[in-house]
């Protein structure tokens, strides 16, 4: 059972980015998925989460607008895109699965991406 995150990189306040939350070992049809992420000398924070026993997508306040999340099952690949990067949203971005949906308890997930980074330059 294997989560990967990827898709980070270095980009310029502005820009988007899509990064890629992949399975192996279980298939997301049976799990939530969850982003979460963690700034230098910052707590980790929710992102968002999608839910597969009713599909909605839930985020935090100071996330919405800007972080949107999408599945592919056939891949079984959970994307989060992030729009209109700025400075602030440089951090490791983690996913997780777990069979509840939440931005806020870490518990309610079982299994954990390697977290990958993102940083943006202003």
């Known amino acids: 059972v294997q989560l990967q995150a990827s898709g980070g990189g270095l980009v310029q306040a502005g820009g988007s980015l899509r990064l890629s939350c992949a399975a192996s070992?279980?298939?997301?049809?049976?799990?939530?998925v969850g982003w979460f992420r963690q700034a230098p000398g910052k707590e980790r924070e929710g992102v968002g989460c999608i839910s597969f026993h009713d599909g909605n997508r839930y985020f935090p306040d100071s996330m919405k607008g800007r972080f949107t999340i999408s599945s592919d099952s056939a891949k079984n690949t959970v994307y989060l895109r992030i729009n209109s990067l700025k400075p602030d949203d440089t951090a490791v971005y983690y996913c997780?699965?777990?069979?509840?949906?939440?931005?806020?308890?870490?518990?309610?997930?079982?299994?954990w991406g390697q977290g990958t980074l993102v940083t943006v330059s202003s």
């Open positions: 997780a699965a777990g069979p509840m949906c939440s931005y806020v308890d870490e518990l309610m997930y079982d299994y």
């Open positions: 070992g279980f298939s997301f049809d049976d799990y939530s």
